[in-house]
């Protein structure tokens, strides 16, 4: 990665020059704003990948996040866990979030981390097969949905287009989040779907995956009032659309979320651990995620 910040110069004949400074601060975390820049009649284009030089120079590439940082980000990494309150009638409930990984062998060719959500009641968990490891994307290849083995329902996407979560890139600063408006679309990901005990397969309506940044908020979390990126996520297909709500705290995960039946469910404890194996938090996901 980057360790200090590169100059580019643009600049035409009769114009002016402008400089544009890409960098970050390595201690920091980052969700950048801007997927391509434009100048207008400046003759520069910014992507993801490359820089264009507007006088026939060869610019630097632009450094993306590495997959760790973007694990960091969105809380994906392994012995993290969850512990989440919500409603029915006057009572609590719980439900639990675990991620493991890396995997290697689910799905051939990828590593993904699994998110597993899990009503404490009992019943098998959802899950999410998530891949971080190209152009600092968080892509979703496989779900699994259902309680009971004879309604469980699983989606792979294995196929491009996969469903994007969320990208990562620096900003100018190297300190700003995500803008609110940003979305995040896949316009026809097609799962093979596979049901039932014999999860038996076959080709799966075509879905319209959509993250949405709507906001930020304060929430309530195990270590206090924190700011949360609130992020709308919609699935469509030809019969049914999904909505759900969820607030990430960046390097915590995710906080709160609603069910796409309006359910809200609130972090009451929790175990985070970076890349490296730090942990802040319960002790353990075993015995010591406990709840007030």
Known sequence: MVKRPAMVRCSQPN???LPIRLGYSPSAMHL?????ILSA???CVISTATLTGCSGEDPPAVEIPSPEQVRDYFGLNADSCWRYRYKQGSANLYRRADVAGPNETSISGHTVYVRKLA???GGLPVEWYLETELNGEVRLLRSATGRDRDARETRRYETEPTPLFGALEYDFSGNIDLKVGTRFTTETATPDL???MEQSCAPGPTERHEWTVSNTEMVSTPDGEEMAIKM???VTDDTRTTTEVYWLVPGKGIAKFTGDD???YQVCNWRVCDAAGACTGAANCTDMLTCN
């Open 32 to 36: 950048p704003t801007l997927r391509t």
């Open 194 to 196: 596979c049901t039932g």
């Open 15 to 17: 114009r002016f020059t």
């Open 262 to 264: 309006g359910t809200v």
């Open 41 to 43: 009649g400046l003759g």
């Open 232 to 234: 709308n996520y919609k």
């Open 119 to 121: 009503y404490e009641s």
